[in-house]
């Protein structure tokens, strides 16, 4: 498929904003998977410029730390000739005394087409997107969606095996808090795949059966059914009682490590939405290894961030 | 304003007699008069209303009933308050503890009895706190609360948490002869919780107030009841887990009653994927099987009191994020719409039992002269048009604040009039 930059959008795409996987086909996250490779092709990888949203603003609103995400963004958004504008809040909008919503209507007012949103908690760009008239981008939201982590997911899979149809995917950690495995569970049973989750049982609920996706506790067990390890980040930060006795006893029960990987499929894939906690989620060896593709999930990261910026921005902007 | 009226051919209900049928109802110096008079015995200059198709009994009775005066008027005043009630058909209203400051002195019960009685609206009856600064730490001075005018004693909307305290509670009240209305849960299970945990929760990714917060404090409080013969109310019940405790702890015959809030009896948890703030309620909008629960629980008399759980917010504070946001719903003006809707209509209630469980029962619990239509009582009456659907509309509403998730529902049955000692001090359309 082809696609031409300088006509109007594709019209299977009928979304203003891109809140999650969730509510998503497989047809439109075909959609996007296929444009992210053309955009990639189209910016020779990102050495030229194009000016599809030339004259368009995006503005990125994280009340969460990142940078690779934001940074992530920004580079989308100039590779395409837009604008990018920078706005950071730690903390809850209560405590400056303006609400959530009063600090998005204030930068929407400057002009911006785009707001690109992370925030602590489930639902904020859903909000957001009741009250603006500006496309909204979820960044990541608290535990419940992060979906263009779960495309970019998807798109480093669909390149280094053709299809996703049939792979058994697993993923380990930390299922609980991720924002990422839930993208990445929506998205990898729409194309096919076989979704795994995998982790201590206090942060892996039974109930994820009930969407027909494998519950499992022993890494060991399932590993060499995998053709797909995506390894999540313990997040420290959003837990109140630790879920797991020690850091030393996670590794030992999910770490990637060398002996691991020698149980492993011999073309097994290791990816890791990142930050990663080196020693904890997986061992240097493997991080850097052959098998680990986190890298090519960051480069794609980039084309995929165009793609989605440029089915929502740039029906109008197309010149 | 004349508190003497013939109100004819309304449908009367009393389930405190056992009545149900279609009569002339006298009410005369602000109290029933009885059915049936003859003309000759009518005083004269007397009103009358010709409330033809209309239901009548005895005006509904709350527990527990959030306003904000004194201290946080942005979301209800007492006026806005008791106004609202009245248009919900809730003549007497057991008010929470939960002002700023706390309802634990006899200063504050004092303040809130004159700005009641000034407001001249619903009857306004304070509950008072069981610890002191609703803390949970200690005793508050319960025996001054109940000299100073608190029909029961209460730290809701908060739990307590503290067994021993709660122990202690239910034993010190026992001397004054007053309940203790509690909502259980235990707090290290769902502190900073925003929804029910099941499979909506688990796709949101919201934090959880699982099902078991609310049984293990059911069941607790059932055995400390046992063990102190202290009266005790769980005012808002809403799993499968604490309905069947209570249905087992009834065979018992201890002294407990147990209540649900209106919306857990109809609100599902996966209106949450909304990401709307006003569908953010404790107890949580639970799921499909515990609603089940409930509404047996309702049917076979398990459930004796439904009170509103009416909790005001202020817009701004529903405005912010998710797990910022406070709980509540405003509700007073529409549980008779709710229980019409979703108890009636299906055939889980008949009226007598839906009176019973909104007017008589929470009245003897808190033993007030109410809920009932007997000659002699105070004439606290609600007129109903059971058949009359209607539009929730919040900013219409006489409550200040705007937070229900039932906004643009249709619901059926609508208060016509309500009378508070035989004045009509509501009247739909004025």
Redesign the interface.
């Known amino acids: 498929m082809t696609f031409a930059f300088s006509s109007s959008l594709p019209e299977q795409w009928k979304h203003r904003h891109l809140l999650g996987l ?1 509510n998503l086909s497989a047809d439109e996250i075909t959609l996007i998977l296929d444009l992210a490779e053309h955009l990639h092709t189209a910016t020779e990888g990102g050495r030229v410029k194009l000016d599809l949203l030339k004259g368009r603003t995006v503005a990125n609103l994280f009340f969460e730390n990142s940078t690779r995400t934001r940074n992530s963004f920004s580079l989308a958004a100039k590779r395409l000739g837009a604008d990018t504008v920078e706005f950071s809040s730690s903390g ?3 405590s400056k005394g303006e ?3 009063d600090t998005a209507k204030t930068i929407e007012a400057m002009g911006v087409d785009a707001v690109v949103v992370r ?6 760009p ?2 957001l997107a009741r009250h603006l008239e500006a496309a909204v981008i979820n960044a990541g ?5 992060h979906p263009t982590q779960g495309l970019l997911d998807l798109c480093t899979i669909r390149q280094k095996r053709g299809s996703l149809e049939g792979l058994t995917v697993a993923l380990v950690g930390d299922i609980a ?1 991720s ?1 990422t495995a ?1 993208s990445n569970i929506w998205g990898l049973l729409k194309l096919g795949a076989k979704p795994i989750v995998c982790g201590p049982a206090t942060l892996v ?1 039974k ?2 059966e ?2 027909g996706v494998e519950v499992a506790y022993s890494l060991d067990e399932i590993l060499p059914r995998c053709d797909v390890l995506n390894l999540l980040r313990i997040q420290f930060e959003r837990q ?1 009682i630790r879920p797991f006795p020690s850091v030393h006893e996670y590794a030992l029960l999910y770490a990637m490590t060398n002996e691991r990987m020698k149980r492993s499929k011999p073309d097994i894939l290791i990816m890791a939405p990142g930050p990663i906690n080196r020693g904890v989620e997986l061992t240097p060896e493997v991080a850097d290894g052959p098998h680990s593709v986190i890298l090519k999930q960051v480069t794609n990261g980039i084309s995929i961030r165009m793609a989605v910026l440029w089915l929502l921005l740039g029906k109008k902007g197309v010149r | 304003m004349n508190n003497s009226w013939l109100i004819e051919n309304a449908r009367w209900i009393d389930p405190s007699v056992g009545l149900d049928r279609v009569g002339r109802l006298l009410i005369q110096d602000g109290r029933f008069a009885g059915l049936d008079c003859r003309d000759g015995d009518l005083p004269k200059g007397i009103q009358h209303i010709d409330a033809r198709g209309l239901i009548g009994g005895p005006g509904f009775v709350d527990l527990g009933t959030i306003f904000g005066e004194p201290g946080r008027e942005e979301d209800e005043t007492l006026t806005t308050g008791l106004h609202s009630a009245l248009a919900g058909g809730f003549t007497s209203i057991a008010m929470s503890s939960s002002t700023e400051p706390p309802i634990d002195s006899a200063a504050s019960v004092q303040f809130v009895l004159q700005k009641a009685a000034r407001a001249s609206l619903a009857k306004l009856y304070p509950l008072g706190c069981v610890s002191k600064e609703r803390k949970g730490e200690e005793l508050a001075e319960i025996g001054s609360l109940v000299e100073s005018g608190v029909v029961a004693l209460s730290d809701a909307p908060r739990s307590i948490d503290n067994t021993a305290l709660m122990r202690r509670a239910l034993e010190y009240c026992s001397m004054f002869d007053r309940p203790l209305l509690a909502h259980p849960e235990v707090m290290s299970l769902s ?2 919780g925003v929804m029910h945990e ?2 909506t929760q ?5 934090p959880p107030m699982p099902a078991e917060a609310e049984d293990l404090a059911t069941a607790r409080d059932l055995r400390l009841v046992e063990a102190t013969g202290g009266r005790l109310h769980l005012l808002s019940i809403s799993t499968s887990g604490s309905v069947d405790l209570c249905r087992g702890a009834r065979g018992r015959h201890l002294p407990f009653t147990a209540g649900i809030y209106i919306a857990n009896a109809h609100m599902l948890d996966e209106q949450l994927k ?2 709307d703030a006003n569908c953010k309620i404790n107890p949580p909008m639970r799921s499909a099987s515990h609603i089940a629960a409930c509404l047996a629980g309702l049917a076979d008399g398990t459930i004796d009191i439904i009170s509103s759980g009416h909790r005001p917010c202020s817009l ?1 504070k529903k ?6 946001a406070p709980f509540g719903m405003v509700s007073l003006e529409t549980t008779l719409g709710q229980v019409v809707t979703h108890l009636i209509r299906p055939g889980v209630l008949d009226w007598s039992a839906a009176f019973a469980k909104l007017s008589l029962n929470p009245a003897k619990l808190l033993g007030i002269d109410a809920g009932s239509l007997a000659p002699g009582k105070p004439a606290d009456l609600v007129l109903i048009d059971p058949d009359q659907s209607w539009t929730v509309d919040a900013p219409a509403m006489k409550t200040k604040a705007y937070n229900t998730p039932l906004q643009g529902t249709e619901l059926h049955g609508m208060v016509i009039a309500s009378f508070v000692d035989g004045e009509r001090r509501y009247k739909k359309g004025d």
């Open positions: 969730e809850s909008s209560v609400t959530f919503i925030h602590a908690t489930p639902g904020t859903h909000l939201d608290g535990p419940h969606e808090h924002r839930r609920s109930t994820w009930k969407f109140a | 502190r900073g099941d499979m688990l796709v949101l990714g919201l909304s990401f701004e405005m912010q994020e998710l797990d910022a």
